[in-house]
Each structure stands twice: as C-alpha cells, then as structure tokens.
C-alpha cells in the first residue's frame, strides 16, 4: 500500500517560458534548439552519425524553459557512429525519479534491446509530470536535439513509455509530437499532462490493471480511445480478464491505418508497472512492449547495404556455437529468450538460427530478430544490427507464443545450416 500511495497524483502548476539550451557534461557545452520532425517512417540520419561522440552514459544537466532540468542517457555497450539506433524516453512515475527508471532498466526494455537502443530517462519537476504551458513536452524537445546532435539515431524510431504520472506524459508526447514518436506504450496512464492536439496517428499500446486504486481503468481506456479514433481503428469494447484471475488480455484493433495500429492490454492488479500474471516468475509488459515497438522495422546504418544474394549460407571455417533458451509461460502464453554464442575462432557475419518449436506453439511477436514459419522448423533471422558476432560474443533475442500445454523450450538448433550445441 505504502508504493501504491508514492505513485498516486497530484495536479503540479508553475508556468514555463520559450526554451532554451544549455547541456554542461563536464567542459562540453552543446547549444542548441528543439527536435526536427521528421514524419513517422522515414530512415533520417542524425547529425551525430559519423562523428565520434562526446556523451556517455550519465546524468547531465539542461537549461530549458528557463529552468536546470536534469536527464540520464544510456548507451548501447556497443555503439558505433555508423549504426542509426533507435531511441526510447522512459519517464518516471510521482514522487519517482529518472534513476528510478534506470534501475528497473527502462521498464525492463534495455535487456531487450540488446544494443540496439539509445535509452534516454528525464527527470520530472518536483518528481512529476505535470507539463505547465508544456515545459516537459519542451524539455523532451531539448533533449533529443542534444542527443541527436551527438549521436546516430534512427528518426523513424523514436519511443516513449512510462508508468502512472509518466504514462500520462508518454500520452502528452503521443499528442503533441506525433511526427516525433513512432510509437508509445502508457502503463496505467490518464490524461494528467494534458493532450495537445491528437489529431494525427501514433502507434499506440495501453496497458492497465482492472483493480487499480490510484488510476481507475476507465482513466486508460479514455486516453486509449483518443488514439483509436486518431489512428482510424474500428472502435470496440475489447476483452479484459475477470478480477481474480491473475492473467492479461491483449487485443490489438482492427481497421486502424497502416502502421498505425492500437493495442489494449488490460491485466488482473492494481496500480503496479510491471505486473505479473498468476504463476509466472516475471511480468510479460516488457516482452509485448518490445515486440509493439520493433515491429516497425530494425534499426539500419545510414549508408550500409543490406546482404546480397552473395552472402553464405554457410558457417565459415573456425565458427561453431551454442544457443541457450530461457522460457517465461502462463496458461496458454509464453517468452523464449534465446541466446546464441559464437564458440568459433572466426567472426559471424551474418547468422540464421533454426530450431524445433514443440507442437501446438506458434510465434506471435519477436524482438532482435526475424522469424519464419510461425510453427514447427523455425529459422530466427538476423537484423540488420546484430549481424556481427565476434568469436566469445553472444545475441541474444527472443519471441512470444502461444502454446496449448507443451511450453518447453525450442530444440535441434542448427546454425547457418550446421549443427549447434543446444540447451
């Protein structure tokens, strides 16, 4: 009870000016004004791309509205200036902090990510998000322009979510930056940061506990709607499990525009960020998070081909490997993470993992990687940012399924062709 009350709301008001930008790391200073606008879907390399950088994972500080605003940046632990990565805001809850959001790893989407993300955390005033005269809005606006600045960044993947008093800021983005943010993913929000405008689409995922004290979920479904008629979906009253059950119900809506389209998870609990379905051992928000934001396309270097017809089909001499699974279920759901080490003595470049799906599973979702057929001999593609695999390295990536009893793991790994160590 004691969390629920430090994430309930409170309606913050102080007035915000023009901004303006000031970033101190250090002795760096880096000027700047707000972020371009690039519409949603279209490859944009960042004046950071090609140049060596100058952030690095930390906490900096911004001048914006005319106020000291603070941010923390993580990296991917193996960024290049030549690689566009996608870039993800999480956003803290009341009486939270961006540290907060670090330490629970973005909502649990940087081990997802494997690399293949810019995380950015800012820090709300006075622990919130109340948006005055859209100061926070303002304030993202000044961080990606710095971020942008210095780093690779892919412009047509750009995402934010957060918990509570956050997911009603990631909503605020959603309706004001709709040619910003690809895609967002509220987690027990309400319009507490204000909507401005909402007229245009945004890919959108809802998620919201049907016994939440704090934040009814009529509160969800009322911000969900915004975006079900912005994005041209066919409005319904979707499906949500019964109190008592312990388990989510995930509906994605029909007749919404291309590439836009609106998902509403509604899970048995209270007012929690990463809730858990009865007898599983971890929540599954970040799995289906991660699997809404990727499915708009991997991450590409700004001026790299894609593989030709050319590329080998088969492990050069010296590689060998070994995948190991981990398997998350619930009822008829499940998580595989797969992870695949490049055991050889010579790099892989470019890799396709196949292995026996048990009978009655079938894919729904994946992250980090493609994957055909659904069922049965499945081959798990690489993306375009995890093509490379060093000799002691390791890929790690993963899917959801549904399944009708046998939840074991994946079996019979073959590498490019070749046998590989199983476990």
């Known amino acids: 009870m004691a969390g629920r009350r430090a994430w309930k709301h409170r309606v913050l008001g102080t007035a915000a000016a023009a901004a303006a930008l000031l970033i101190v790391a250090g002795t760096t200073v880096l000027t700047g004004g707000t972020a371009s606008a690039e519409r949603a879907g279209t490859l944009a390399a960042t004046p950071g791309c090609g140049k060596a950088p100058t952030l690095r994972d930390g906490t900096y500080t911004i001048q914006s509205g005319g106020r000291a605003r603070t941010w923390t940046l993580r990296l991917p632990g193996n960024y290049v200036s030549s690689q566009a990565y996608r870039l993800v805001v999480g956003l803290h809850w009341l009486n939270g902090s961006a540290?907060?959001?670090?330490?629970?790893?973005?909502?649990?989407?940087?081990?997802?990510?494997?690399?293949?993300?810019?995380f950015v955390a800012p820090q709300g005033l006075d622990a919130g998000w109340a948006n005055t005269g859209g100061r926070d809005v303002t304030l993202v606006d000044d961080i990606l322009r710095v971020v942008e600045n210095d780093l690779c960044v892919d412009t047509s993947q750009r995402f934010a979510l957060g918990f509570s008093y956050g997911g009603a800021m990631s909503y605020a983005l959603a309706c004001a930056r709709p040619t910003v943010f690809r895609a967002v993913a509220p987690i027990a929000g309400a319009n507490l940061s204000g909507c401005s405008a909402a007229s245009q689409p945004v890919a959108y995922f809802g998620i919201h506990g049907i016994r939440d004290s704090v934040l009814n979920i009529s509160a969800g479904r009322s911000i969900r709607d915004t975006f079900v008629r912005a994005n041209g979906c066919t409005a319904q009253s979707p499906p949500e499990p019964a109190s008592g059950s312990g388990t989510h119900v995930t509906t994605t809506y029909a007749g919404c525009r291309a590439g836009y389209p609106v998902r509403w998870a509604a899970f048995d609990g209270d007012h929690v960020p990463l809730p858990v379905d009865r007898n599983a051992s971890s929540s599954w928000v970040s799995a289906e998070v991660w699997q809404f934001f990727t499915q708009f396309g991997a991450t590409t270097p700004p001026s790299s081909p894609a593989p030709g017809p050319s590329s080998s089909t088969t492990p050069p001499p010296g590689t060998a490997c070994r995948a190991t699974a981990t398997v998350n279920a619930w009822n008829n759901g499940l998580t595989a993470d797969i992870t695949l080490t490049n055991t050889g003595s010579t790099p892989l470049n470019g890799w396709a993992l196949a292995f026996d799906l048990p009978a009655g599973q079938t894919i729904t979702g994946g992250w980090n990687a493609g994957y055909a057929p659904a069922s049965g001999r499945v081959t798990a593609t690489n993306a375009g940012y995890n093509a490379v695999v060093a000799p002691g390295a390791s890929v790690s990536f993963g899917f959801q399924a549904t399944h009708t009893g046998n939840s074991a793991p994946p079996a019979a790994y073959a590498l490019?062709?070749?046998?590989?160590?199983?476990?």
């Open 99 to 118: 540290a907060d959001v670090v330490g629970n790893g973005f909502y649990g989407l940087q081990q997802r990510a494997a690399n293949s993300a810019i």
């Open 416 to 423: 490019n062709g070749s046998a590989c160590t199983g476990a």
